[in-house]
Nanobody
């Protein structure tokens, strides 16, 4: 069992920035792959970004250079730097640990989520 804790969500105006953080208290930060996903009201959860153990990254098409995912295994943290936020980025953001299968990321453990609200 892995306990993931997100932080850094909040309310920001369109065009603003937020930095989300994910920690895994009590666990060694040696996960193969990690990711950020989000779920807006009435919509399915979608994958925002992933980072592998070798620090290779992948992003959803809607990110378009606005977000940056990173991790530090020594500090035991993963971050999602979000810039130029848009109202459509409003969602609950979840961090996860997982693996890649056939080029697709599958989350195994999930945090409770942190709310991001972008006002127009």
């Amino acid at each position: 069992q892995v306990n993931l804790v997100e932080s850094g969500g909040g309310t920001v105006q369109a065009g603003g920035s937020l930095r989300l953080s994910c920690a895994a208290p009590g666990s060694l930060f040696t996960f193969d792959a990690m990711g950020w996903s989000r779920q807006a009201p009435g919509k399915q959860r979608e994958l925002v970004a992933t980072v592998s153990a070798d620090d290779s990254t992948h992003y959803g098409d809607f990110v378009k250079g606005r977000f940056t995912i990173s991790r530090d295994n020594v500090l035991g943290r993963m971050w999602l730097e979000m810039n130029n936020l848009k109202p459509e980025d409003t969602a609950v953001y979840y961090c996860s640990t997982g693996k890649y299968y056939s080029g697709h990321y599958f989350g195994g453990y999930w945090g409770q989520g942190t709310q991001v609200t972008v006002s127009s």
